[in-house]
């Protein structure tokens, strides 16, 4: 069997394990959060808190519980690792200085995991395990929480009421996350990935001398890096790392936790509106984007353009043997088409096409599956703005599952996907066009932009992977994709939750003959263009001079 | 006035204590519970599959070494030590700049664009060494034999395995330096060949370091 085959097939067992899951990970989710029963240990957590889970909040209540939970969680994180130096258990590493705990503390809170720091040489197990990994959780839990709100702001009618954000937040910890991360973490040390907390030691080696390991908690926290997108690394190289990451199977193990939660989450939207047609159509349109990016990638990585990869006869540059170029190709896409981040191979030495892949699936917004609960969100977003667009060329107010989209729903939509690009031209031009932050690049010309623009598609999209040969951990660098984290996470995040208490507020728009029907293919054959035509329209000129100057030179 | 600055102090209240609870569950209980479970049932495995050749701690089968002469009087970077059989270049590890108080074992890649000059020089280089330090009188290997794992760095720059096809390619040179018949080295290269997990996951693999430790085995018993 040739590698494209198996590349071929490994795709293909990875849908078909995405199906499996599919409707009972969909379903339970939808009862997560519709049940009205607490759990023991839930009721004593909410004591804890000083919240009644059971209280009904409205979008402006909702979002406050959002900001100031992630507040509290960027200084928390901010002074422990500032603090680390003094702290036990940190295996005598320093206190990390403030513009890189800064862009630290904020990209685990994003879900951005953007990671400026090299994690062997750097952090303890005290800042790794009850920091790091901690936020690897909420920020995924909070991540869900506001897809699960707007989705009860199409499912409700004439009243504000969007749920409660500290029952969400911890049910969607205690119910989804905790319990699928211990099961993935047990599968990953059943492989090879390790687990222990040996600190730095030495290891023999077979010439003599010895090398010095820093043995962690590594499995526990790469399961919920993939399960919640989240993509930040124990070690520098990420998923490439024979620890984080043993065997062929491991890979694809990886691959398909970072995407079932995005992808189960339209069953769950289709479960919590009263249509499951409408899940599937979200889906269709999430897995058509998802399935052409890495047609397309593995076209390229196999062809292997460029004029290095052309003497080394494959594109193994910055690839594992075990996974080759088929799976890892499929890992690059799901990572970047997620907001996750992780890598299993390095996206900078990818073929200049095949990187331009990668960007692009950030700048889509990700949300072909996209984060957890953030890819829903993103993408009934899209589908909004495509419902209008369709309303103007038949000259009909747009509805949308019953609900009128309307002047304000229009605006905040619109505010939305404004937002990311806006940060990620704006600060890549600055960054370009300021004396100093271009020696921060590692290669030249056209791919040395490419570094400086896949900075900040990452930072504002929260996907937090990198061309990693720029040198991020600068005071500019550390200090500007922390502001485009926090402002891509959380601006968004305003509009998403006025416009669902603006929708929740409505009342029902019964379904007539002229009403478009968005369930059917031909809805999401529209949704799928309007995303490719609004992304392609709004960064083309940037992809232009980065990747595709690159791809077509070669 | 009073009323919302109380209002907002109760909510950050919540936050904390929300955050606190959940410190506790995801990263004490959490990460403490799966190192118990991990310990127990896949204790070696949990601790990083370490590997012993003559009772010896020799490595991780997961992580690359390397199989170099050590260094001459104003050498930078050593010689391979060709009586072993070598793994993929790794020019992506760096020296220890961060952190300094410890030799640490690095991971990372070079992050070179494929239309990279130095990119395009290493791999370069890197043929010619191949093709050099593998054609033995009687075999000669051709440019074209050599594999795209041989010229290439890694992703962690720590990876254990070479191609198949680059660990055959180097048959010859192990059998003739280390007086060994070339079919008894093939049949060692084949012994230690994974293919495909389940026939399609992954690419064919070459473990290196189980490879030199079965050949130091088969060395000792000449």
């Given at each position: 069997m040739?590698p494209v085959?198996?590349g071929?097939?490994?795709l293909?067992?990875?849908?078909g ?9 969909g379903?339970?989710m939808?009862?997560?959060?519709s ?5 023991r240990v839930?009721?004593?957590?909410y ?6 889970p ?9 979002l ?9 969680s ?6 422990l ?7 036990p258990?940190?295996l ?5 200085n403030?513009a890189?705990?800064?862009?630290t503390?904020?990209?685990f809170?994003t879900?951005t ?10 952090m303890?197990?005290?800042v790794?395990t009850?920091?790091l990994?901690?936020q690897?959780?909420?920020?995924a839990?909070?991540g869900?929480?506001?897809a699960?709100?707007l989705v009860?702001g ?7 009421e969007?749920g409660?954000?500290w ?7 205690l ?10 973490a047990?599968v990953?040390?059943a492989?090879?990935?390790?687990q ?6 030495e ?6 001398g010895s090398?010095q390991?820093?043995?962690g908690?590594?499995a ?9 997108t989240n993509?930040?690394?124990y070690?520098n190289?990420?998923?490439a ?9 491991t890979?694809?193990f990886?691959i398909?936790?970072?995407l079932?939660?995005p992808f189960?989450l339209t069953?769950t939207?289709?479960v919590m ?7 599937y ?5 999430m897995?058509t ?6 047609a397309?990638m593995?076209?390229?990585?196999f ?8 003497a ?8 594992e043997v075990?996974f080759?170029?088929g ?9 970047t088409?997620?907001s996750t981040?992780a ?5 900078s ?5 095949g990187?331009?892949?990668t960007?692009l699936?950030?700048q889509l917004?990700e949300?072909a599956?996209g984060g957890t609960?953030?890819g ?6 899209m589908a909004v703005?495509a419902v209008?667009i369709?309303?103007?060329m ?5 509805e949308?599952?019953?609900?009128k989209?309307g002047?304000?729903?229009i605006?905040?939509a619109?505010c939305?996907?404004?937002?990311t690009?806006?940060l990620?031209?704006i600060f890549?031009?600055a960054s370009m066009?300021?004396?100093?932050p271009p020696h921060s690049m590692?290669?030249?010309g056209?791919h040395?932009?490419?570094?400086v623009l896949y900075a900040f ?6 996907n937090?992977s ?5 040198n991020?951990?600068?005071d500019w ?16 995040m305003v509009f ?5 208490g603006?929708?929740a ?8 003959a002229g ?19 609004i992304?392609?329209l709004?960064?083309f ?13 070669s | 006035?009073n009323n919302?600055?109380s ?10 204590r929300?955050?606190l ?5 995801t990263?004490?209980?959490?990460p403490l519970?799966v ?9 070696d495995?949990?601790?990083g ?7 010896k701690?020799?490595?991780s089968s ?8 050590p ?6 970077t050593?010689d ?6 070598q793994?993929r270049?790794?020019n992506?590890?760096g020296?220890n700049s961060?952190n300094?108080q410890y030799?640490l074992l690095?991971?990372g890649a070079t992050n ?8 395009l020089?290493q791999?370069e280089?890197a ?5 050099k ?11 074209s ?5 041989a010229v ?10 070479i ?7 180097q048959v010859?040179?192990?059998?003739a330096k ?6 008894a080295v093939?049949k060692l290269?084949k012994?230690h060949t994974e ?7 992954g690419e064919?693999r070459?473990?290196v370091?189980?490879?030199?430790i079965a050949?130091k085995?088969?060395?000792a018993?000449?």
């Amino acid at each position: 069997m040739g590698p494209v085959l198996a590349g071929f097939l490994q795709l293909l067992a990875l849908i078909g394990a995405l199906a499996l899951a599919y409707i009972p990970l969909g379903n339970y989710m939808a009862r997560v959060y519709s049940s009205d029963k607490h759990w023991r240990v839930e009721k004593w957590i909410y004591k804890g808190i000083g919240a009644n889970p059971d209280a009904e909040m409205t979008w402006p209540a909702y979002l406050r519980g959002v900001l100031a939970f992630s507040a509290v969680s960027v200084l928390f994180l901010y002074l422990l690792q500032r603090l680390q130096g003094i702290l036990p258990g940190s295996l005598g590493f320093d206190s990390v200085n403030p513009a890189q705990s800064f862009n630290t503390a904020v990209s685990f809170v994003t879900n951005t995991n953007w990671q400026s720091y090299y994690g062997e040489q750097t952090m303890g197990h005290v800042v790794q395990t009850a920091g790091l990994a901690v936020q690897n959780f909420v920020s995924a839990a909070v991540g869900i929480a506001v897809a699960v709100a707007l989705v009860r702001g199409f499912a409700r009618s004439r009243t504000g009421e969007l749920g409660n954000f500290w029952s969400d937040l911890v049910r969607g910890t205690l119910r989804i996350l905790v319990p699928g991360a211990a099961i993935a973490a047990i599968v990953l040390v059943a492989c090879g990935a390790i687990q222990n907390f040996s600190g730095i030691h030495e290891v023999g080696q077979f010439m003599g001398g010895s090398q010095q390991w820093n043995g962690g908690a590594v499995a526990s926290q790469e399961a919920i890096k993939e399960f919640g997108t989240n993509g930040g690394g124990y070690f520098n190289a990420n998923s490439a790392h024979p620890f984080e990451n043993p065997t062929p199977f491991t890979n694809l193990f990886e691959i398909f936790l970072l995407l079932v939660i995005p992808f189960s989450l339209t069953r769950t939207f289709g479960v919590m509106v009263g249509s499951i047609k409408q899940g599937y159509a979200i889906l269709a349109t999430m897995a058509t984007i998802w399935v052409g990016f890495v047609a397309l990638m593995m076209w390229t990585e196999f062809a292997h353009h460029g004029p290095a990869l052309q003497a080394a006869g494959g594109a193994y540059e910055g690839k594992e043997v075990r996974f080759g170029v088929g799976s890892s190709s499929i890992f690059a896409v799901s990572t970047t088409l997620t907001s996750t981040g992780a890598v299993d191979s390095f996206h900078s030495s990818f073929t200049g096409l095949g990187g331009g892949i990668t960007i692009l699936g950030m700048q889509l917004g990700e949300i072909a599956p996209g984060g957890t609960g953030s890819g829903l969100y993103g993408m009934l977003i899209m589908a909004v703005i495509a419902v209008f667009i369709a309303g103007l060329m038949v000259g009909r107010t747009p509805e949308y599952l019953g609900k009128k989209i309307g002047s304000r729903e229009i605006k905040l939509a619109a505010c939305y996907i404004l937002i990311t690009p806006a940060l990620v031209l704006i600060f890549t031009a600055a960054s370009m066009a300021l004396p100093t932050p271009p020696h921060s690049m590692l290669n030249s010309g056209a791919h040395g932009f490419s570094e400086v623009l896949y900075a900040f598609s990452s930072a504002a999209n929260n996907n937090g992977s990198a061309f990693a040969g720029l040198n991020a951990n600068t005071d500019w660098f550390n200090t500007m994709t922390g502001l485009a984290m926090l402002l891509g996470r959380f601006l968004p995040m305003v509009f998403v939750l006025a416009l669902a208490g603006s929708l929740a507020e409505q009342k029902p728009v019964p379904a007539t003959a002229g009403t478009l029907r968005t369930e059917k293919p031909l809805f999401t054959g529209l949704l799928v263009g309007a995303i490719l035509i609004i992304t392609g329209l709004t960064y083309f000129p940037a992809l232009a001079l980065g990747p595709l100057a690159e791809g077509l030179a070669s | 006035m009073n009323n919302s600055v109380s209002n907002t102090a109760r909510l950050f209240g919540a936050g904390l204590r929300a955050l606190l609870v959940l410190t506790l569950v995801t990263g004490v209980i959490y990460p403490l519970v799966v190192t118990g479970v991990a310990q127990a049932l896949f204790n070696d495995k949990a601790n990083g599959s370490e590997i012993r050749s003559d009772g010896k701690v020799v490595g991780s089968s997961l992580i690359g070494q390397s199989y170099n002469l050590p260094l001459k009087k104003g050498q930078k970077t050593p010689d391979p030590d060709l009586k072993w059989f070598q793994g993929r270049p790794a020019n992506g590890l760096g020296t220890n700049s961060v952190n300094t108080q410890y030799k640490l074992l690095l991971s990372g890649a070079t992050n070179l664009s494929a239309d990279s000059k130095d990119l395009l020089k290493q791999v370069e280089a890197a043929k010619a060494a191949v093709i050099k330090d593998n054609s033995v009188p009687g075999y000669t290997v051709k440019a074209s034999e050599v594999p795209a794992d041989a010229v290439t760095s890694s992703g962690s720059g720590l990876d254990p395995d070479i191609s198949p096809a680059y660990a055959e390619l180097q048959v010859h040179r192990i059998a003739a330096k280390n007086g060994l018949s070339v079919s008894a080295v093939e049949k060692l290269v084949k012994d230690h060949t994974e293919g495909r997990t389940l026939g399609f996951m992954g690419e064919p693999r070459v473990n290196v370091l189980e490879l030199n430790i079965a050949l130091k085995d088969l060395v000792a018993k000449q």
